[in-house]
């Protein structure tokens, strides 16, 4: 039995979207939502831990920032496409004009969720 490295995962769920490790031009090419939010500036890193992407969400000066940091498994295919797990974490990092002193409580906040999808080795044209 042969494998063969997956370049192509789609996500489905809360966090959806397509990743190509290399695509046109062999350049990886990132395209995700996070609850039909589609997120701009998304960066993949091929990682000790796996496919990492990390993607500003949003950012509300003297309020909060908020990033994505998604990883999900290299993968390798026999045929088709397979299924994989991953995770995502959403850190909202809360910010005053004043400082972190200014603000009461915990200064970051997580959101951890399941992802998941499946992968595939695909051609690419380059």
Do not use: K, W
């Not at 496919?51 to 908020?66: C, G, H, K, N, Y």
């Not at 972190?100 to 999808?117: A, C, H, K």
Request: proline share 9%.
């Amino acid at each position: 039995m042969t494998t063969t490295p997956a370049n192509h995962y789609i996500l489905v769920g809360s966090i959806d979207g397509i990743i190509d490790t290399s695509g046109p031009g062999g350049q990886p090419v990132v395209s995700i939502r996070l609850d039909g939010t589609p997120l701009e500036n998304a960066e993949l890193r091929d990682g000790e831990d796996g496919i990492e992407v990390t993607a500003l969400v949003e950012q509300v000066p003297d309020l909060r920032t908020v990033r994505l940091r998604l990883i999900i498994p290299r993968v390798n295919v026999v045929a088709g496409a397979t299924p994989f797990p991953g995770v995502a974490l959403i850190i909202t990092g809360l910010t005053t004009i004043g400082g972190p002193s200014l603000v009461e409580g915990p200064l970051q906040l997580y959101d951890l969720r399941p992802v998941g999808g499946t992968a595939e080795a695909v051609q690419t044209s380059g």
